[in-house]
Each structure stands twice: as C-alpha cells, then as structure tokens.
C-alpha cells in the first residue's frame, strides 16, 4: 500500500510540476510578445532639409509636422520611432533594402501612385515660385528667358517636366534660359540669393517657412504652377503596414490630435485627411516593364550626357592643376621663409578641408564675400576652379616628394661636367622624377576620376548626379550600376595609359 501511495504522491507532484512549468512558460512566451510588440521600430525616412516637414532644429533634434504625427502613431500602437534622414535620390533603394519602412516627408501620391502603397493623402499642397523681393518678376509670364531651380526629382520638377504635366507648364518650362536641378531646397535659396538663378519653385508649406525665416528677401508668386496631395508611400504591396498606420491616423483625426497638430505648424489649412476619403483603394499594378538589355541601352543613353561633363571635368582639371602644382612646390621649396610658409599654408588648407566646400566657397563666395552676383554660366567655370586648386596642393607635394627623392651627387657630378643647375635639374632631374612619381600620380589620377561626382555640391550635373536622378525617377538601382560600371571603364582606361607610359620610362632602371 505504502508503494502504491508513494506512486500517486510522485505522479501527483510530476503533474504540478508540468502545470507550473507550462505556466511559466506561456507566462514567459507572453512577456517575449508584449515586449517584442512595446519593441518594434517604425523606421520612417525623410529629407532632413524640408521644413516645416522634416527638419533639424537649434538643438540638433529632427523635429516637423509629418515627424510629429509618426511619434503620435507610434505612441499609439506601442511602437518606437526611428527617425531616419536619408538622401531624396536615394529614397526608392532604402525603401526597396528594408533600411526604412516608409517615406513620410511631403511625399507627393501624384505622379507616383503606381511606384508605392499609400495611406489616404492628408495634406492638399501647392507648387509655387519664389523671387527675390526687388526682382521684377511679377507673374509666371515673366520666367520666360529666366534661369530657374528646383529640387531633383521633386514635385515641382514633376509640375514642369512631368509626364502628367500640364501643357501650360510644359510651355512655361521651355521658355526658360535654363532650368538648374539642384540637390536641396537650401541650396536652391542659396543660388537665388547669389544671383545664380532668377527664380526656384517648390512646395508652398516649404516655401512659407523658408521665406518667413529669411526676413523680407523673398516673396512668393500668386499665381501657383500646380496642387497634388501628400501621402506616407510604403513599399509596393506592403498593404499590412499601411493599414496600422492609416487607421491610426484616422483615429487622431477623429479626437482632434491631428487638427492640433496641424495647428502647431500652421498647415491647418493644407490638411486633408477624411476618412472618406477613397483615394487609391485598390493597388496599381506596373504594366508594360522594359526587358533588361533594352533597359540598359535606354539608361545608358540617358547617362551619356552626364558621361560628357564627368570627362570635361577631370581633363581640365589635370591641364590647370599639373602645372599649376609644379608653380606651388616652386614656392613651397623656396628658400624665402616668408614665401615657402604660405605656400605651405595654402597646401595645409586645400588638404585640410573636403574638397566640396572648397567648391562652395568657390562658387557662392563671389557673392556672400564681395557682393558679387554670379551667373548660372559661372557654375562650370567654378566647378573646374575648385578641383584644380585641391588637386595643384596634392600635386605639388606629390612633386616635392619625387624632387627630395633625388641623390644630391647626381646635381653635384653635373655640375663637376659643366651644366647649369636648370639644365642639370631638367635633363638629368626631371626625368627621374617624373619616372618615381608616376604610381603615385595615377592614384591621383583614378581619385580624380571618381570625385567628379562632388560637382553636385553646386549644382553641377555630372554622371553619379544624373544617374541619382535616373534612379530616383525610374526606381531602380540599374543607373548606379551602369555608373558604377562606367567608372570602372574610365579609371581602367586611365590605369592602362599610365601603366604604358610607366614602361615607357623603364630605361632608368
């Protein structure tokens, strides 16, 4: 009998201990949810230069109208915000990778609904032009003959260029001079200022803001060039996500916490959010998809132009800087303390600071120093300036270096064989110089090569400019590729024709 209790007390206590143990566990497995649900990130990317949307503040905190109503999603749903700056051009390939969840910065629905999943559009917005507040621009007739900028791949570009452009805008856009795509509304009211362009057209919210921030230098036209509507674009399919999102929203609308923050950015009057609202309710589907050669061949076209400006760059870059560089280190071993000291500063500053602000002191500097407006037609010219004094600095010190190289017996025995120090430094010198620094100039060279794409910094398109471009308007990374493919050809190219002339020279050795 003792045997039999025994074994119903250890049954008894083995059921206990499986009923504790499935507790602890669904116990445990419910904390895991709540706490991976209270965890989850909601990554939202955004233009950190688009106030009042999206924007860095006095204290360095990202703050703006759209920032705001994601933090209000997110402390609904239990989620943490993750506020993410990213670069405009390159928008589709962080959506597309993952690295953001959706773009939620004035983004424009139209023209794009076929490219993403939308939420219901909640800001009615406008495209307008901005002057300079003496400019006798007076009404949209009179850009004609005009230089105008827009934001890369924005909606204004869109409202003049589009394909859903209007016929009247497409007129208006070719009766300008010149219509200059630049990377960011701030630059854009930078080349208005110096005079680089008559006039820039972006969002009204935009340019509200920026022309109450800018005192009276500015003013906006009466006339708009276009509306469309604001939506938060997800990745093409991702209906689940949009649909927490959008409801939320809804909600805020309904007890009034969108209204109130609307209010806080005074775009009372631009918000459209109704629930409705039917605004794409059913997915578009992309149609008529080029095969991949035909698509290659098409983007290559297309890059050609910005292949051309690229070339210009690092050719006249090389004509100015090599000599130029040989005049510095002229200066920089002078035996003039006074002399080779600032030689030697203008070296220390040209290698101390990146190459595209020098780009930007050369190009807006004119004006924010002296006063002095510049043209669209100075943008080149300031481009090539700019590159030639950083790389003259590289190049000088790349030649001091080949010079130091040299055996002071060789000038000694030259002299002992009655030459004169030039003609002993040019026949017996230089050569050898040129020989030994022949890998380090080629390094020089390829760098070249690959920083011409830092002309953006004023505007200036050349290759990786258009093919940002390209890729932002056709969502695909294909033209960074064909770029990157590009680049490869170019810096082989100039590695071969280096190398031969390398071989060239092998007889000193």
């Known amino acids: 009998m003792k045997s039999l209790r025994e074994q119903r007390k250890r049954l008894l206590l083995i059921m206990i201990g499986l009923v504790t143990a499935w507790m602890l566990c669904a116990g445990t497995a419910s904390r895991m949810v709540v706490t991976a649900d209270s965890e989850r990130k909601f990554t939202v990317g955004f233009d950190a230069e688009f106030p009042p949307y999206g924007y860095k503040d006095d204290s360095g905190e990202y703050v703006g109208f759209d920032l705001d109503l994601a933090q209000e999603v997110c402390d609904r749903k239990g989620w943490t915000l993750v506020k993410q700056p990213i670069d405009w051009d390159s928008k589709d390939m962080e959506l597309k990778t993952g690295a953001i969840d959706c773009i939620w910065n004035g983004f424009t629905i139209n023209g794009r609904e076929d490219a993403y999943t939308w939420t ?141 923050i609307a209010e806080k950015w005074e775009l009372s009057s631009s918000v459209c959010l109704s629930p409705d609202d039917a605004y794409l309710d059913k997915e578009s589907e992309k149609g008529n998809e080029q095969g991949f050669f035909d698509s290659f061949l098409d983007i290559s076209k297309e890059l050609s132009g910005g292949l051309l400006a690229s070339l210009a760059i690092f050719l006249l870059t090389l004509i100015f800087a090599l000599p130029l560089g040989m005049l510095i280190v002229l200066g920089r071993m002078s035996k003039k303390k006074i002399v080779s000291m600032i030689f030697r500063f203008y070296i220390s500053v040209m290698r101390g600071t990146p190459l595209m602000l020098q780009l930007l002191v050369v190009f807006f500097g ?19 300036i700019g590159f030639s004094l950083n790389y003259a600095a590289y190049f000088a010190e790349i030649y001091r270096a080949g010079i130091q190289s040299l055996p002071r017996g060789q000038y000694e025995a030259a002299e002992i064989l009655g030459y004169s120090r030039f003609t002993a430094f040019w026949h017996i010198g230089v050569p050898q110089v040129v020989k030994n620094i022949i890998p380090v100039i080629t390094n020089e060279f390829i760098t070249l090569v690959k920083d011409t794409s830092l002309a953006f910094a004023v505007a200036y398109t050349e290759m990786f400019t258009l093919a940002k471009q390209v890729a932002a308007a056709r969502t695909t990374m294909m033209p960074l590729f064909i770029a990157g493919v590009f680049y490869y050809v170019f810096n082989f190219i100039v590695a071969f024709v280096m190398e031969r002339f390398e071989k060239k020279l092998g007889y000193y050795r």
């Open 120 to 260: 219901t559009p909640y800001v009615n917005n406008s495209q307008v032009v901005v002057v300079a507040n003496e400019s006798d621009i007076k009404a949209l007739s009179d850009l004609s003959g005009k230089n105008v900028g827009v934001q890369a791949d924005s909606s204004a570009l869109a409202a003049l260029t589009g394909e859903d452009a209007e016929e009247k805008n497409l007129a208006l856009a070719k009766s300008f001079n010149e219509l200059q795509q630049v990377g960011d509304y701030n630059s854009a009211f930078l080349n208005l200022e110096s005079g680089a362009v008559d006039a820039i057209c972006l969002d009204y919210g935009v340019a509200n803001y920026q022309v109450a921030q800018r005192g009276d230098k500015f003013r906006i036209l009466e006339e708009e060039l276009s509306s469309e509507k604001y939506g938060v674009g997800f990745l093409l399919g991702n209906t689940q996500l949009r649909d927490e999102v959008e409801s939320t929203l809804l909600q805020m609308l309904d007890d009034g916490s969108f209204g109130r």
């Open 366 to 384: 004119p004006y924010f120093l002296f006063g002095v407006q510049t043209s669209s037609g100075y943008r080149f010219a300031a481009v090539i």
